[in-house]
């Protein structure tokens, strides 16, 4: 998956740290089932979570951003300024207080200066302050230190600080996603890790491992790679009555049977999981199940500059070809919705009036013959001007569901005459084919931006250097992803958000497949739990043990 913006002011990179202290699994497995004959057995102090991934360090800007690490850093070592609701139904998202209590614009929207916390240490007891905002920001934006989603800080011009609890942002013009960017990131340590140079952080990941300074709930006490990795309680946490586990253990179980098999024993507390997942474990009567909306889109791409897929009636054909539901019925069933355009079904912008296109495919041969396509020579293939329809669709060899995404595709389409070769290929080279614009088609899917801005995928000036491997044209789209880009009121450009949507929908730059969900499989004794569109492990430090076992 394609990580867009949104995805950094909530959710994106991370990392890890060591300290002199290690904690074996052992001794955690310990915590939580230590009970005496003569005594009620004790609420557990640790949480064990599965993942299938590592992580590489704690320094957010030098490290590669992945589900755990973006949880790891988030929501256990690190804060930001302010922190992004999940609230995407009724409106544009809000922002709740983190390390700034309030925040204000100037009345030309020109600065917003933000009020912190006077309360915030860092784990080594220094306190935390406006120094160490602008450290941030510099960090960020330092082109040695390379930082992948510098892009959302190119419009803020200074970061100023006015007194330590005081730091006015300075943007170089004013849009609706100003405070969005400015909170974008966590907030590093300007005392100690501004002891070394930007220009040394990418060859010195060690370094950071070696001076742990962080300002969250938990810290790391242990990193064993590729086995597992123990957060414990930051006891300089300035909120006092979190976190609400001294612990929390991600265990790291590459193989999926494996990690299923662990949950059904009880040796993890917590596991995501794939439809297929849940499927596969049946009812397990101590573990809940929480279904959750998960913010990716899975689709076709179509390369526009291939004349196979330049007519807009042609790609709407190919919608239509496709049985999008049979697909959702049998590879996810319960667990994911057809929508209608990129905006997922529950964002407030989504326009309710579009109606996912059926699958029909005699009106998908209908489209075509008017387009020129028809089988000619009896062999089974549409043909136009001597060229027979058929292309290469390919995806990602570690992934089985696209890869049988990719299997019914060819069958659908082979229905109607197109005929389709398939190919998985390793992940790493697919996604740089399709930065070159080598491909004819791909499976593939993108995380959602929460700004709504959809310009990093469909405007013309994202062709190049942007996420628009497809070279999509369309001036009247481009038009009117500048404007939603000139609205400091986001609500404001409903409106627009619904144009765009219906050029979308006639055009069909891509043809969606589905918008997918997930399941959080927790153990039932375990509260505070609240997975979501953002984070499927959302206040982490709020967990806790309802129950002893």
Known sequence: MLVSRSLVAPATRLAL????????????????????????????????????????????????????????????????????????????????????????????????????????????????????????WEAQTHPEVNWPMAQVKEKITDVEVIDDHTVRFHFSEVYAQQLLDAVGGVILPAHAWGELPFDQWRENLSWFLDNQVVAGPYRVA???????????????????????????????????DSRLNQLRAGDLDVLELSPDDVDT??????????????????????NHANPLFADPAVR??????????????????????????????????????LEPRPHDPEQAMALLAEAGWRDTDDDGIL????????????????????MDIATMVQQQLGAIGIAVETEAIEFNTLISREFAHDFEAT????????????????HTDSIDGGYNWMQYRNPEVDRVLDEIGTFTD?????????????????????TLLYQPQRVLATDRRLSGIEPNVIWSLYHLESWHWTEAP
Not at 42 to 55: E, R
Not at 316 to 325: E, G, M, P, Q, V
Not at 384 to 393: I, P, Q, R, T
Not at 498 to 510: A, G, R, V
């Open 222 to 256: 242990d990193w064993q790679p590729q086995q597992r990795i123990v957060l414990e309680a930051n006891p300089n946490y300035y909120l006092a009555d979190q976190p609400k586990t001294q612990r929390i253990v991600f265990q790291i179980v590459p193989d999926r």
């Open 490 to 510: 986001a609500k404001a450009a409903e409106p627009l958000h619904h144009e765009l949507q219906k050029l979308l929908y006639d055009d069909q730059p891509i």
């Open 316 to 353: 709407r054909a190919l919608t239509f070809a496709i049985d999008r539901a049979e697909i959702i019925d049998v590879l996810y069933g319960e667990y994911a919705v057809l929508p209608s355009s990129p905006y997922p079904t529950y964002v407030w912008a989504r326009d309710a009036s």
């Open 17 to 136: 740290l060591t300290v002199a202290i290690t904690v074996t699994l052992s001794a955690c497995s310990d915590s939580r089932t230590a009970s005496t004959s003569d005594e009620a057995k004790p609420l557990p102090d640790t949480i064990v979570i599965g993942t299938a991934i590592d992580f590489e360090g704690i320094n957010e800007v030098v490290v590669r951003s992945t589900p755990l690490a973006n949880v790891i850093l988030y929501q256990g070592l690190f804060r930001t300024l302010a922190k992004e609701r999940p609230d995407y139904s009724t409106g544009p998202a809000t922002f709740e207080p983190q390390l700034a209590e309030r925040w204000e614009f100037s009345d030309d929207r020109s600065t917003l200066t933000f009020f912190l916390r006077d309360d915030v240490q860092w784990s080594d007891g220094v306190p935390l302050t406006a120094r160490d905002v602008r450290f941030s």
């Open 443 to 458: 499976v593939m899917s993108i995380g959602i931006d929460t700004s709504l801005d959809f310009s990093w995928f469909f």
């Open 383 to 402: 043909d136009k001007n001597g060229e027979a329809f058929a292309f290469e669709l390919l995806t990602n060899n570690d992934n089985q569901l696209r």
């Open 281 to 302: 474990l049946g009812e397990l009567p101590d573990v809940h199940f929480r279904k959750f909306d998960f913010r990716q889109l899975v689709f076709l791409t179509w």
